[in-house]
């Protein structure tokens, strides 16, 4: 257990690294090229308009790496070859062609936490499904367990 918790200490610092890095050059990418949703407003128009609705929906320039599936799929795909180089120049490595590291980052993260509560269920009755009704209830439980452990890991 402390072997896995550790692991997920780990997965976190690394995520924590890694977030900064990633999101910062998808920002920089979004704001030099200032691609716009409009592929997207236009297809929600036409799907509320196929039903009778009128949709005002305004087009809106695509700053937010979150909001990247707004993107039409030629700049989408522009914006993956730009992201691509970004990656390469900060010098983040992945496994397999077209990974983004932060989105590794945050899956290894999970499966570490994954097994940190497999592991503890005997200890504390919890399983991980119980624990995932909401991921709220999750965050709360991992920190319960994380802070158990932690003082197995402070500096001596």
């Given at each position: ?52 609705v009128e949709k005002d929906l ?50 290894l993260q999970v499966q570490a ?44």
């Amino acid at each position: 257990m402390i072997e896995a918790a550790r692991t997920v200490f780990s997965a976190m610092a690394y995520t924590a690294t890694v977030r900064p890095v990633v999101e910062g050059y998808q920002r920089a990418v979004l704001e030099r090229n200032r691609w716009t949703n409009q592929a997207f407003v236009e297809q929600v128009k036409t799907r509320f308009a196929e039903r009778g609705v009128e949709k005002d929906l305004p087009v809106e320039v695509i700053l937010n790496p979150n909001r990247t599936s707004e993107l039409s799929e030629a700049d989408f795909s522009s914006y993956l070859e730009e992201v691509e180089k970004e990656r390469i120049k900060a010098k983040l490595s992945i496994s397999n062609p077209g990974e983004c590291p932060l989105l590794v980052a945050e899956n290894l993260q999970v499966q570490a936490e994954r097994v940190l509560i497999d592991l503890c269920e005997p200890l504390t009755g919890i399983k991980a499904e119980q624990a995932s009704y909401s991921l709220k209830l999750r965050e709360r439980y991992l920190d319960l367990l994380l802070k158990i452990f932690a003082p197995q890991f402070s500096a001596k």
